[in-house]
């Protein structure tokens, strides 16, 4: 990375931080003149001054000496690019923590730590509502899901491939986003969720981000109106699946039509105005109930009240759980340090949480060197 761009990333993680450049030139042992001067590019840090700026502004050192993926490149050069009625919502946090997520899966990647699932690249977003509802349909068969509710929604997508984070992005935050790691036939791909918005927007977006990398189009911020639209229809078909959701609304038959659907939404772990609008496309309500419901917002109390409840997830910190699983092989075999492993696990373990190392006896240790020479 050249010292210029090394600068701005100083500068951002500093504004991110609040934090002056007097103050970081204070924490880190430096003069303020030496920071701005290293902000724009014309001193040079060296790796010791780097290592401890990274530590003052709770940064991967990565975030700083590491270039970005060709994916992460490729995600902001569309959205500077893309007209208004195709730009999606994002924010510098935003694309900061794709960036370090892209970046630490690729390593876990290249270390055999994460498997890289076959693409189709033929794959291509749905042209209408019927295709998207037949692509659903045939990714949840490929999940053995048949048309039961999704409960771990992260554990699914990472068969597919997609790994996650939940991050703290504000409940006024972005959604959320996706990239894929390689542009090889075989890849994996890492979405960024807001963890802190309601519980079926973070599902819908998760199931909307993996709808991006199934069609082959993870970091297109180009994508049109009719695309998204086609996205957010398999995603709905995917999270609530017809014969499903027309089972609960039937089983249900003695209720009214706002604790049916309550019932749909809880069953199928989604929001209040996805579950409104699917058994609306489903033909179960018309469009005027269905206008109706959606000012007839929900409460906890109301679920409770009818016995319904489940759990809310993914919800920040969240990772999941093969991106965990690697992370912790890895330190296990002694390819990952302590420090490391915790800053790849994201504030979801602490240091003393971590397992044991196993002893290696000396067959391991001989193993080990077998093939290095004498």
Known sequence: MDHKTLGLRVAQARGERDVTQAKLGEMVGLERSAISRAEKGER??????????????????????????????????????????????????LDTEIELFAADALMLL????????KRDREARTPQGHEEAEHLASAVRDSLGAGDEPILNLGQACEQLGLYT????????GPDGGCVEVTADDESIAVAVINGDVDSGRRRMTLAHELGHWLCG???????????????????????????????????????????????????????????????????????????????????????????LTWAREPKSPYLSPGFSAACIEGYTSGQLTAA????????TMSPDELPERPVLSLDDLRRSFAGHGD
């Not at 401890?52 to 995600?75: K, S, Y």
């Not at 490391?340 to 504030?347: A, G, M, V, W």
Request: with cysteine; charged share 25%.
């Open 44 to 93: 040079r840090l060296t790796m010791a001054e780097m290592v401890a700026i990274a530590e003052a502004l709770g940064r991967p050192l990565g975030f700083f000496v590491n270039d970005p993926l060709p994916a992460v490149v490729n995600r902001r050069r569309d959205l500077a690019n893309a007209p208004e009625d195709a730009r999606h919502d994002t924010t510098e946090a």
């Open 110 to 117: 290249e270390m055999g730590l994460l498997a890289p699932v």
């Open 165 to 172: 984070y939940a991050a703290s992005l504000g409940t006024n």
């Open 217 to 307: 189009d993870a970091y297109d911020a180009m994508a049109g109106a009719d695309c998204e639209k086609m996205l957010f229809s398999f995603a709905i078909h995917f999270l609530a699946p017809r014969s499903g959701a027309t089972r609960v609304w039937l089983d249900h038959a003695d209720w009214n039509s706002r604790d049916r659907a309550l019932a749909v939404a809880a069953v199928y772990h989604l929001s209040w105005s996805a579950a409104v609008n699917q058994l609306r496309n489903l033909g179960l309500i018309d469009w005027e109930e269905a206008k109706s419901l959606l000012h007839q917002e929900p409460r906890r109390g109301d679920y409770v009240h009818l016995k």
């Open 340 to 347: 490391r492993t915790i800053e790849l696990l994201r504030d």
